[in-house]
């Protein structure tokens, strides 16, 4: 017997799970079991997606559901993995504990290369890995040199048309082919777990506001996040919303609250705070928001990609800034949602008066800034990469990139033009490796 096994940790990749298996993405299994993972950074005090008022729209996709959690207690999802050592008797343990017996085992996880995700394929060593996408983060490449015992396991990657003609870079060292979820079977499950959700009196047709907690990621300071959420109903109000709904971030602490409506009193505009963790999609069902604005959610994509609604996004240019190391996986969904989404502060751009970017342009950006994040993981996007920064010199798209960032990889735009000839010089080359032999002996 098969024995399909499905590790989430949000609602929304949940949703994409069971849209998958509504669509007839997996093929048939004698048993599926939902393993939750709660990566909140105290799980303690933050409800699991099993325990969010709308899964039970979602409950009847799976024959049984599991805490990774408790399994693993008492350490903390994201910061556990087996010892390699261990892997086989972890096996043995979990088959015993979850009665799998002798089945096949075939893995649906997310982000592959963290925990908990890359921990339960590294248990299972025989099972095939389908991947899914929770996001945008599958437009990036992989974030780190996956050992290919996981790696060449993997046989696709699934994900929602959230940018159509984007296609994702997560796993393409693998040659691993990207599939989509129709979307036709995500908004119906959208429409289920809408019509779960008990949600107080929201006002239709408002300006919905979406918090990110971004500060509990060392992104931005929590006095930074705040101002941001203060530029949301400021730039919300500036163009003429005088109904507002904010959405904070599950974890983001009761504080901002009280700033965000106090802001929003002041400029004579009525805001509503929901404090309930609820998909910001049932909210665009529930309520038709006027326009949503945000940082760099995914939300903002499914928004304008999935529900038709205006959207605008604050707050990306001083991300793409702050991003640190250049490699961080967020950099691509922030890359994404500022060059695709008008700035909440342009007016004429938010009401369609300004053209954005094609989607050709963001193709060829997303690859330049993949190869850049990660030039080791897909040399194959060099050529590529210097193309598009060979031809696009102007500041609207050097600021995607960091200029010490570009003269490591000897890339166009890293080095003045007068010295552009050193990264093909080979003495120049010698050098700096004669340089960083000192440096690197002089520390020790």
């Known amino acids: 017997m098969t024995t399909q096994i499905f590790l989430a940790s949000t609602l929304y ?4 799970l069971a849209a998958a298996l509504d669509a007839g993405c997996f093929g048939p299994a004698g048993r599926r079991i939902l ?69 096949d085992v075939e893995l649906a996880v997310e982000s592959i290369q963290a925990q908990p995700a890359l921990g339960v394929t590294q248990i299972f060593t025989g099972a095939p890995v389908t991947v899914y996408a929770d996001g945008l983060m599958s437009y ?53 777990l809408a019509a779960h959700e008990e949600l107080p009196p929201l006002p239709q047709g408002a300006a919905l506001l979406l918090g990110q907690y971004l500060s509990a990621l060392d992104i931005l300071t929590p006095e930074e996040e705040e101002a941001l959420h203060l530029r949301m109903v400021r730039g919300a109000v500036a163009l003429g919303h005088r109904s507002l709904v904010f959405k904070p971030h599950p974890t983001a602490p009761a504080a901002w609250h009280r700033a965000v409506t106090d802001e929003a009193e002041r400029l004579g505009a009525e805001l509503t705070v929901l404090d309930l963790p609820v998909l910001a999609e049932v909210l665009f069902r529930r309520i038709r928001p006027a326009l949503v604005a945000g940082c760099f959610s995914t939300a903002l994509i499914t928004a304008s990609a999935l529900h038709g609604l205006p959207v605008a996004r604050t707050g990306t240019t001083m991300l793409l800034d702050r991003l640190t190391p250049y490699q961080n996986s967020n950099r691509i969904p922030v890359t994404v949602v500022d060059a695709l989404l008008p700035d909440l502060e342009d007016a004429a751009a938010v009401r369609g008066q300004r053209p954005g970017t094609t989607a050709e342009e963001l193709g060829e950006l997303v690859t330049a800034v993949g190869y850049a994040m990660q030039a080791k993981i897909h040399p194959s996007l060099r050529a590529d990469a210097v193309r598009f920064l060979a031809d696009h010199q102007d500041e609207r798209w050097l600021r995607y990139f960091k200029r010490r960032r570009l003269a490591s990889l000897g890339l166009p735009g890293g080095l003045p033009s007068g010295l552009s000839f050193l990264p093909d010089n080979r003495l120049a080359r010698r050098v700096v490796r004669r340089a960083r032999q000192v440096r690197r002996a002089v520390r020790r």
């Open 13 to 16: 990749g949940a949703a994409t």
């Open 35 to 103: 393993l939750v993972s709660n990566n909140a950074a105290v799980p303690e005090t933050t409800p699991a997606l099993d325990e969010a008022p709308g899964f039970a729209a979602l409950r009847d996709r799976f024959d049984e559901v599991l805490s990774w959690n408790a399994t693993v207690a008492p350490f903390h999802p994201s910061g556990w993995s087996p010892r390699p050592d261990d892997a086989v008797l972890w096996e043995r343990h979990l088959r015993l504990a979850w009665r799998l017996g002798d089945d």
């Open 140 to 192: 990036g490449p992989t974030r780190i040199k996956l050992d290919p015992l996981v790696g060449t396991r993997v046989t696709r990657l699934l994900h929602l048309d959230l940018v159509p003609g984007l296609r994702p870079l997560l796993l393409t060292e693998y040659e691993v082919p990207a599939e989509l979820v129709p979307t036709d079977a995500f908004r119906k499950v959208l429409d289920e």
